[in-house]
């Protein structure tokens, strides 16, 4: 039978909710808008997802370091950085039911499709279109800027001067960290800091799931250069001739959304991409979505037109992936933020930013990767889910699937199941293994098909006789039989993937 690809959200979130994957917080009480909490094959599965990152950006490379940063911190940050003036959404109250909405979400839910407008554009739209309250069809006040940011206070003190926030953004702690890195670990240009952690946005309407939420984790990355030296990438010779799908600004002006595929050197060539740092960070963000399971045919990188680029960024490229039933979403943004934040920061605290390359004084240019850890767990999600003879199967990467391997014994009872946990027992010094003697084989295999577990290994009649055990590979269902004492080094062939 031919995999079903067209899976809908309501799909997915049943299987999250029955899984142990993803539930919505504290369902008991009918949840949180926008909050979310991963169960035990979530964490597993989201731990997988951070600590691959964490090792192809961080560990395995000597130009980047990696930080912890706190998720409070002083709210002179955000002034600096521009949060607290223009971190905003527009947001409309229904003048009957109070009911509150994402005024360009309005918009778009009636094929609008607006880029970051401004208040008057706003209010025009949604007069025009006689855009009404989708609840009560009250009508709608005006639109009015909000903030995203959650405040809080420190300490007992209720008072302006004690009011904080909780992070909209990792970076900026990299920023504000970025002159005591760079000196206690005596970095020179070029060189990267990256961050994974909590952000927290109060967006006006979490929706679609995990893609909207209002805490979220980031990963990201602050590459420092050399603005002299923004085409100086030692590692380009690697990745140039890498295709991508690019959907330029320029296209899009032109009213095209079709992307083209081209490589990341005609990309640089045809200055589409406008410099070479900035299109090693494109590939080099493609090549790990890539390496985790996405495909490539799902992945796009469309630019950012004028009017969508942020106050700090001179040219930003979105990873997109293609959701079945939202379309091209933006899974990651990469920016080029210039060397705004860094002078910010000076500019508000006083302190010299600048450092020393090849003998003059210099304030860095950043690169930045920015990748939405829970937009990425959708899309892998979303890609493995498949129907397969009437069953959910949850495809996953070997790489990054929570649970590798499963152990069964064919009948739950001895001397099968000793013999079984003897085998887990091995198996489980070396991969997330789990041990299940429950219910019928069929329904075993089954459970373990939709939590995405690669490998299941059964001990059967002949393993009693010759101590031989059969692999059963998810995807396949093809089965193969190994003597105990190779088992260790047959499921390494597949489950150790080249780095
Ligand atoms: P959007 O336009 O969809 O609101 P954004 O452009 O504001 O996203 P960035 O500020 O570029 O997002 O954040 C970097 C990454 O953080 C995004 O690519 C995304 O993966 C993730 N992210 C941002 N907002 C959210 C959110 N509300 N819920 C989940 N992930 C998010």
Redesign the pocket.
Known sequence: MKPLTQVTLEDLTRLCISRGIVYPTARIYGGLA?FFDYGPIGAELRNEVLNDWWWYYVKRREDIVGIHGSIITHPKTWVASGHVESFVDYIVRCKKCQSEYRADHLLEDQGIKVVNPTLEELTKLLNENNIRCPKCKGELGNPEPFNLMFTTYVGPKKTKSSLAYLR??TAQLIFVNYRDIYISMRLKLPFGIAQIGK?F?N?IS?RNF?????E?E?M?IEYFINPKKINDCPYWGDVKHIKINLLSAEKQEEGIQEHEEITAEEALQTDLIKSTWHAYWVVESLKWLWRIGLSKDKLRVREHVKTEL?HYAVQ?F??EYYFPYMGW?????I?NRTDYDLRRHSEYSKVDMSMLDDGEKVIPHVIEP???????ILALLTEAYKIIDKRRVLSLSPRIAPIKIGVYPLLSREPFTTKAREVYNILKEHYTTIYDQKGSIGRRYARADEIGVPLGITIDGQTLEDNTVTIRFRDTRHQIRVPITKLLEEVSKYLKQPP
Not at 329 to 333: P, Q, R, Y
Not at 370 to 376: C, E, K, M, T
């Open positions: 926008g909209p953004e952000a946005r967006e979490p995990l893609f909207r939420a209002r979220f980031q990201e942020a930003t979105d990873i979403k933006e899974i990651e943004g920016s920015s990748f939405g850890l829970d937009r990425v």
